[in-house]
């Protein structure tokens, strides 16, 4: 546990007696990874010859920086690159392009041999906790792995380390010799965060580590987490969808759309002033939960443009077929990650809570006009029939948001990849990269 | 039988008659016990559980990760009799779906139900969906087992569903693979396939665990039209209590196999009943305010199932365990009882002790 003692004044239970390390976390502090221009492309390859067509471009050109002891949160629209980011930072996955360093060295090029002695050092939660749980070991064989592969002794013998560290994350005795299938999802992905944590790695990746957990458990993994950051000086980067959470946990965070990161901040400029349009929207769309205010407090905007495809996405600013401030230069030009703030980068011409970037193009584009829609949550029962619900006979909601991306913009989001095209011969290359089991020490590229 | 509220779901009073009595909801599960036979013993995953639902409700399972909710829904859904799970599971009980007993029903009776009259929603998208089917293969089967339709037909349908969960570009995505798929666009995929037949009663399990908020709200949105168009009735597990707030009207507290507090989703919020719930209400980090501090969990760690604590289940993580007089909650187990209107606790402690732990100690904390 933590050391500081601190007066926490109303929570006075000895677990709540400490403030979370990341408050207290190097600002500039040394580097620990450090990301340049990272791409990673799926191939869409066609025909006999397998040729390539197209690409999905799951990540096209991120930079960041993790330091030691921090940790970085990235959340973002489901489908916007974030695990494939960390696939490719701990070269679960090959990149496309760019360069990863890790401690100063340049780990872009290391094959398996290469990346062995790191697997130790960097570790990834994976997202799926059932598909990376080798469904023919048992718990306690799937934990003790990593000592295994490594040929690490701890104290105290491998068996009695995995039943410590079982019982951090909440699981029992009981459960060590029982098959992935016999536990609940909660209790798969603790797993993942027991095996992860095994061998006290000093980069770890949680893809949603503790979104399949109820909210007691949820802060018992955080809480854990917490510890091990501040007694090991563990770095984190966490990918979450759960904003609450993200603000909980992270000392800065990373908003990624289609592929792009668009703004990132420290936490608490970001929830209190979001700069990117997208990010005010994210925010807003956060359920509170508090029943009473249900209907009266809940303001959501609502995009209403679809997600477009990361085959071929649209020029310039990626977010202008659903902004509700695009104007011409958001299709032309595609805005930089640009320091507005201190600490605060965004990659936008007309940013929120911020000066304008492009002031002299006003016009707004056609699409911004109706790319929006703010909506109050109705009752399901004490209400009659509000006025914007649509009839049970009407058109559905969402056939409407696909006419707004249609007749949206010329840039053929819409249209775009003939590549993503099924037709039987048009195949995606399917990466090695199917979730692991046990044996993530290994690289699983190629 | 209790009267049903307004709200409609009635939930977890206790049943005391015999299988005769007919049921009065349109989901009514009495006694519901679901037990695996393991090497190291007996576990209890769900050990008495009792609820009713009426059509056009929404009745949200909340509950220690563990404590038997997945294995619920899979109890009614007819789930846990199939395949190699099937040999290892004791069931007891009874479920009743528009007034038809499931649970001694003949398993071709229940699979002509599922997916036409019921489906569900499963809390992991890739165990749930096959590999080596296109994700458009997928819908289709689903919604022909149930339709005489042609291929094509269904395949339209397939395309329609996916853009109503905002898949991009669903014509073109129909045909991939889910291993081609993110993770929230294959919890998006399951939940098309799980709509395909507009069931009357959907189960969701965590069904937007995956999903980004946008999403989430657009799926949330999705369920409410299907429950506003067909009248279905929808069973959501989350430990999302922002989505409990805002689409639940009853909620179902679980804590080691049992509903341990019930009732209507404005009550269990403003004046929730029961130790365990007031520890998850405790441990929520919450978007709306600065939070600096440590979360606080439920201390201590969740019950074994095999040898589940005597008396109430709950007590050697309790705060409380020792105001109820004479240790009963170390020998007796806590029945549910009515609290407030339409709302039952299982609890020892005295309504005054209740009143006065949560406005005191607790409410001022959250
Ligand atoms: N192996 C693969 N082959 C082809 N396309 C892929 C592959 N893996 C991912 N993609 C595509 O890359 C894009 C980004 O996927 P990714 O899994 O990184 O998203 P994500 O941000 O993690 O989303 P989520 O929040 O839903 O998990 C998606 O369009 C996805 O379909
Ligand atoms: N086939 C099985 N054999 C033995 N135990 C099982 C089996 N399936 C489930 N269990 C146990 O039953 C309990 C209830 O599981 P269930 O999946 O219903 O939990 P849950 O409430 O859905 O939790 P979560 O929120 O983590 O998904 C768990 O403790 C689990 O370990
Ligand atoms: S204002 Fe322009 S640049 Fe900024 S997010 Fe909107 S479209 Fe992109
Ligand atoms: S019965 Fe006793 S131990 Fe159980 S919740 Fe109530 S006070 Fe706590
Ligand atoms: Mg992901
Ligand atoms: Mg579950």
Redesign the pocket.
């Known amino acids: 546990m933590s050391e500081t003692p601190v007066s926490v004044t109303k929570k006075a239970e000895p677990q709540a007696a400490a403030v979370p390390a990341q408050a207290t976390s190097p600002e500039n502090g040394e580097v620990l990874l450090r990301v340049e221009g990272l791409v990673k492309h799926?191939p869409?390859k066609k025909g006999i010859l397998q040729r390539q067509v197209a690409a999905?471009k799951?990540?096209d050109g991120i930079d960041f920086e993790v330091r030691k002891g921090e940790t970085l949160g990235v959340v973002?629209?489901?489908?916007?690159?974030?695990?494939?980011?960390?696939?490719v930072i701990t070269k679960l996955i090959e990149p496309t392009g760019g360069k990863i360093e890790f401690e100063g060295q340049d780990i872009t090029k290391l094959g398996t041999r290469g990346m062995r002695p790191l697997r130790r050092d960097i570790q990834m939660i994976f997202?799926d906790p059932y598909g990376s749980l080798n469904p023919r070991h048992t718990i306690g064989s799937i934990v003790s792995a990593p000592f295994r592969l490594q040929g690490v002794e701890p104290e105290g013998g491998v068996k009695k380390e995995v039943q410590r560290l079982l019982e951090l994350v909440g699981l029992s005795p009981e459960h060590f010799n029982r098959y992935p299938h016999e536990f609940s999802g909660g209790q798969r992905q603790r797993i993942g965060i027991a095996r992860a944590l095994a061998l006290k790695p000093k980069l770890v990746v949680a893809?949603?580590p503790v979104s399949a957990l109820d909210v007691s458990i949820q802060a018992q993994v955080v809480n854990l987490m917490d510890d091990l950051q501040s007694e090991l000086g563990l770095t984190y980067v966490i990918?979450a969808?759960d904003l609450s959470v993200v603000r909980h946990v992270s000392d800065r965070i990373a908003v990624?759309y289609l592929?792009k990161i668009v703004e990132l901040a420290d936490r608490t400029s970001l929830y209190e002033a979001p700069m990117h349009p997208y990010t005010k929207a994210l925010m807003s769309a956060v359920p509170v939960p508090d029943p009473t205010r249900r209907g009266a407090k809940s303001e959501r905007i609502l995009l209403k443009g679809d997600v477009p495809?990361?085959i071929s996405p649209p020029s310039g600013c990626r977010f202008h077929t659903r902004c509700w401030k695009a104007t011409e230069i958001c299709k032309t030009s595609e805005p930089p990650l640009l320091q507005l703030a201190p600490g605060r980068q965004v990659a936008c011409h007309h940013p929120e809570n911020a000066e304008d970037q492009a002031p002299d193009d006003t016009t707004l584009l056609a699409v911004a006009k109706e790319a929006i829609e703010v909506v109050t949550l109705a009752r399901t029962d004490t209400e009659p029939e509000p006025a914007t619900e649509s009839e049970p006979d009407s058109e559905p909601e969402t056939s409407d948001v696909a006419d707004v991306t249609d007749a949206a913009d010329e840039t053929d989001a819409a249209d775009s990849g003939d590549a993503a095209d099924s037709g039987d011969e048009s195949e995606?290359?399917?990466?090695a990269?199917?979730d692991e089991p046990d044996d993530v020490q290994e690289s699983t590229d190629k | 039988m209790t009267e049903l509220s307004k709200t409609g779901a009635a939930v977890g009073e206790p049943v005391a008659e015999g299988p005769s009595k007919p049921p009065t909801a349109f989901l009514e599960v009495r006694d519901l016990k679901v037990h695996f036979p393991t090497d190291d013993g007996l576990v209890k995953s769900v050990d008495g559980l009792s609820f009713k639902l009426e059509r056009g409700k929404t009745l949200s399972i909340v509950g220690e990760s563990g404590s038997g909710k997945s294995v619920t829904s899979l109890a009614i859904m007819g789930l846990h009799r199939l395949g190699a799970r099937g040999k290892n599971v004791k069931m007891s009980g009874e479920i009743w779906l528009d007034g038809k007993e499931l649970i001694g029903a003949a398993p071709d009776d229940v699979r002509r139900l599922r997916g036409r009259d019921m489906a569900m929603i499963f809390q992991d998208p890739l165990s749930a969906m096959h590999p080596y089917y296109t994700v458009g293969n997928q819908i289709v089967e689903a919604y022909r087992v149930h339709n005489n339709v042609s291929k094509k037909v269904a395949r339209t349908r397939a395309v329609e569903l996916l853009d109503r969960v905002g898949i991009p570009e669903p014509a073109k995505r129909v045909d991939?693979y889910p291993?081609?798929?993110?993770?929230?666009?294959?919890?998006r995929a399951m939940i098309a396939m799980s709509l395909a037949n507009n069931p009357q009663l959907l189960i969701a399990d965590e069904p937007t665990t995956?999903?980004?908020v946008t999403v989430q709200a657009q799926i949330l949105d999705l369920i409410r039209d299907l429950q506003k168009e067909f009248e279905s009735a929808v069973v959501l597990i989350t430990h999302d209590l922002g989505v409990v707030a805002e689409i639940a009207d009853q909620v179902l507290v679980m804590y080691g196999g049992r509903c341990v507090e019930r009732g209507p989703v404005e009550q269990i919020f403003a004046e929730p009943q029961h130790p365990y719930t007031w520890g998850l209400l405790g441990s929520m980090p919450r978007i709306d305010r600065e939070q600096t501090e440590r979360l606080v969990p439920v201390k201590g760690q969740p019950p074994s199932l095999i040898n589940v604590p005597s008396g109430c289940a709950f007590h050697p993580r309790c705060p409380y365990a020792d105001l109820p007089k004479g240790g009963i909650t170390r020998t007796q187990r806590p029945e549910l009882q009515e609290v407030g209107g339409d709302h039952f606790s299982a609890c020892h402690l005295s309504p005054e002790d209740r009143t006065r732990i949560w406005t005191e100690e607790i409410a001022p904390k959250l």
């Open positions: 799926f869409i999905v799951a990540v973002g629209e489901s489908g916007c690159g974030k695990s494939t980011m960390g696939r997202q893809d949603e990918i969808h990624m592929g495809s990361p995606v290359q399917p990466s990269d199917a | 991939s291993h081609e798929f993110s993770g929230g666009m294959r919890q995956a999903l980004d």
